[in-house]
């Protein structure tokens, strides 16, 4: 039963204020409004439930305003269905996302206290491949409506996000995808910003993408399907799959993701006539025979960034050369099969995700950052078709052809160890300071445990000092990447601002902070571009005054000479600049910003964090957050009170304009 408003109660829902503002966003994608047809007049018996694509006999796939259209028609044909906007794209479009459960819930406190996993299910990340989309449309008819498959529908609760790059899905045309076969026209790989979301899972450039994490942390899904569509080689499968096995992921749940997707969905879609393989990548893209390789995904492709939250996800390709009515087909026959794994897994999922959570890095331990391949191969069965290599009079290079009427069986070599290339040791916390704005606002939507220090401070701290850095020259994802850099850490007593963030590595998402906040990390905010100020002087020496200097300081100091002499020696380019030459005395001068190169991101061991916590200890407000969250989602009731009325009577207390 809901708990009255006491007096003692509200006392304490307004002492958590400040809180409860903060997660206003979070609490909207919590709670979506109703269905418009459940609250304006009917809307016309509808008795044609076919999709547009069925429509069409696979010839086209339906645009935004179209797709949306069918999935309104059945929220009002069926309780069974909820529809809810999460955010706007940079034109303006909503991104919306679908509900599907036998009970008809809404939110997500609602659909994890179902017991049953929530399933988040995306499609047209990447519009050109645009069959996920449809697949979700029958799939969404099938289990509600038509009652074809509603048995399923006990399995799990789905979150279905039809087109998550909207504006990319309204850049129709028929000239998209060169490499696929139909439909007749589809939409666009990238967003109106020209980003590739597929990339921006840790950097959240993308207003599309800052939309999915607040709905990714407001629902905090027990599992995540993508759905694509491949490039590259001819061979016999229809779909092939990825998913995290490594080092990146939980090992509770690399063991929860074989058992169920090799162990119990491959050989039961091979049944069917739907063999499955794992992604095709290969080695020599001109020569199949040469092999394949399976790497480890980084977190910023999407069942990278699951598995670095502590959550499966299963990557779906299609292949680009099968016909749109096949692609369509495997989906769905994939997506039956997994609801119908997860009546036998369901349990052993969200089990699999609590221990993930529950899990933590002890300091010190290494965490792993980067991942390479061993040369370790191992010989697989391969459904391949015919193929020949001639040289091209046009390219000058070699033309594969392949014969997709004559499949062949080839047993090719499989490059699959992956490798820890580079760890760090898990700090007891990380400290941002609040200069940092852009970073502390990513932190914050991706969900991080973290409270600001309420009055300034100092700490022993280790910090990483740049030693040499080096960029891309060319913009990758809007951004010019670090490519290499050397660092070194320097542990002393650091000034702590007030407003400055603490990170605790004791909390679910630590793996996560890692990849974020430690330099070696390929997606952390330093190698994305978030501090390349600090690699920037704002000070400078005049020649003439350290010619002066540089002269005194030989005369005081034989160490120095000896040293300024052997590097003469020893770098010819040192040596034939008369730059670096004073440069060299300028940086041992106390005039040198000390702050050069040096990242503002301190780590703390455990007997530093006491020193932090006792000097300046976490306000109310935010370490009661953590109250709000157990096994890695949000509570349905904190402080005894369902959240939303927690809000309800805050916003009520403060009068809020529109309450």
């Keep these: 039963m809901p708990c009255p408003a006491r007096p003692a109660f509200r006392a304490r829902a307004l002492g958590l204020l400040p809180l409860l503002l903060a997660l206003i966003p979070q609490a909207v994608l919590a709670a979506p409004p109703a269905n418009p047809s459940r609250t304006a007049a009917a809307a016309p018996a509808a008795t044609d439930w076919r999709t547009p694509a069925e429509q069409s006999d696979y010839t086209r796939t339906p645009r935004y305003a179209e797709t949306f259209a069918y999935f309104e028609r059945l929220a009002a044909a069926s309780p069974q269905v909820r529809i809810f906007e999460f955010g706007k794209s940079p034109q303006g479009r909503a991104l919306k996302a679908v509900v599907l459960s036998s009970e008809g819930v809404g939110t997500p406190q609602d659909a994890h206290a179902t017991g049953k996993p929530v399933v988040l299910v995306q499609a047209a990340i990447h519009p050109g491949e645009n069959e996920g989309k449809d697949v979700l449309m029958a799939l969404a008819r099938d289990l509600t409506v038509s009652g074809r498959h509603a048995g399923l529908l006990e399995h799990a609760v789905l979150l279905l996000v039809p087109i998550f790059n909207v504006d990319g899905h309204e850049r129709f045309g028929p000239y998209h995808r060169i490499n696929q076969n139909g439909p007749e026209a589809m939409g666009w ?16 450039d993308a207003p599309e ?19 694509h569509n491949t490039n590259g080689a001819d061979y016999q499968y229809a779909m092939t799959w990825a998913y995290e096995t490594a080092a990146n992921i939980e090992p509770v749940l690399a063991e929860w993701q074989r058992r169920a997707f090799d162990g119990r969905m491959k050989p039961a879609l091979a049944a069917q006539g739907w063999p499955i393989t794992f992604y095709v990548s290969l080695k ?24 670095a939250a502590n959550r499966p996800g299963l990557l779906l390709e299609t292949h680009m050369l099968k016909d749109f009515r ?46 390479g391949l061993s040369d370790r191969v191992e010989q697989r069965e391969f459904l391949g078709v015919a193929d020949r290599r001639v040289e ?20 090719l070599p499989v490059q699959a160890e992956v490798t820890v290339t580079a760890s760090a040791p898990a700090p007891a916390a990380w400290v941002l300071p609040p200069q940092w704005q852009t970073v502390v606002e990513r932190l914050r939507l991706h969900g991080l445990a973290m409270w600001p220090l309420p009055q300034a401070t100092e700490v022993m701290a280790a910090r990483y000092r740049i030693e040499e850095v080096e960029w891309a020259p060319r913009p990758f994802e809007g951004r ?26 004791d909390q679910p998402l630590a793996r996560l902070a890692a990849l974020l906040l430690e330099p070696d990390s390929p997606d952390s905010f330093l190698r994305w571009g978030f501090f390349d100020a600090i690699f920037e002087e704002k000070e400078y020496a005049e020649p ?9 300081m030989l005369a005081a100091d034989p160490d120095l000479r000896a040293a300024f002499e052997a590097r003469l020696r020893e770098d010819a380019a040192f040596a034939a600049s008369p730059r670096e030459r004073l440069r060299f005395f300028y940086q041992r001068t106390p005039y040198f910003d000390r702050e050069f190169s040096r990242y503002p991101v301190l780590r703390l061991d455990a007997a530093g964090l006491r020193q932090l916590r006792a000097a300046a200890p976490p306000r109310r407000a935010e370490t009661a957050a953590s109250g709000l969250w157990r096994g ?10 369902a959240l939303p009325q927690l809000l309800q009577l805050a916003l009520e207390d403060r009068r809020l304009p529109g309450q």
């Design 189 to 204: 790989r990238a967003t109106a910003q020209n980003l590739n979301l597929n990339r921006d899972y840790t950097k959240l």
């Design 209 to 227: 993408m800052q939309a999915w994490m607040r709905l990714w942390t407001a629902w905090r899904p027990d599992l995540l399907v993508d759905m």
């Design 284 to 307: 020599d893209s001109t020569d199949i025979r040469a092999g394949l390789v399976e790497g480890a995904s980084g977190p910023r492709f999407s069942v990278g960034y699951a598995a």
């Design 326 to 371: 096949t692609r369509v087909a495997v989906n769905e026959a994939v997506m039956l099969e997994l609801l119908r794994m997860l009546g036998e897994e369901g349990k052993a999922l969200r089990a699999a995700n609590a221990a993930a959570d529950a899990r933590r890095f002890a300091e010190g331990e290494p965490v792993p950052l980067a991942f």
């Design 392 to 411: 091209s009079e046009i390219s000058g290079g070699l033309w594969v052809q392949y014969d997709p009427e004559t499949p062949i069986t080839l047993s």
């Design 480 to 505: 010019h990447a670090i490519t290499r850099l050397r660092h070194r850490l320097e542990t002393d007593t650091e000034p702590v601002p007030a407003g400055s963030w603490v990170i605790p590595a």
């Design 544 to 552: 003439r005054v350290m010619e002066r200097m540089a002269r005194e």
């Design 632 to 641: 890695g989602r949000l509570r349905r009731r904190a402080l005894g009170v």
